[in-house]
């Protein structure tokens, strides 16, 4: 399908914001990781490694809310580009901006009865 180029700047948008939180994401985690190592190191505890792991889910918890490159499968086959793609309400980043901006889940019958598209 033919996008519109508001489509595909909003799409650029939208990617460029996740990249920018991905990024930040690994900033964040590398001295974390290196920190909660070091903790677990000089202070095992009855489960060795506990912090760094818990640190390293937490960076996977976040990997699937942001959901890099969920939705670039389908996008293009959509008019509406990344959000024709995705699914209002997902526990995703783009999901909870799309439930923010349409209110409900697409193939959802709002309270008038009529179907989202």
Known sequence: MSHSKSVLLRDLTIFQVKLVLDGLKDV??????????????????ARPGHRFYLVMSLG?????????FSAS?????????????????????????????????RGERGADGQQTI
């Open 28 to 45: 964040v985690l590398m001295p974390l990781t290196l920190g909660a190592a070091a903790i677990d190191i000089v202070f095992p505890g």
């Open 60 to 68: 996977e918890r976040f990997d699937r809310w942001l959901n890099l």
């Open 73 to 105: 499968d389908r996008a293009d086959a959509s008019k509406d580009g990344l959000f024709g793609a995705g699914r209002a309400g997902r526990n995703t980043m783009l999901g909870e901006v799309e439930e923010m901006l349409f209110g409900r889940g």
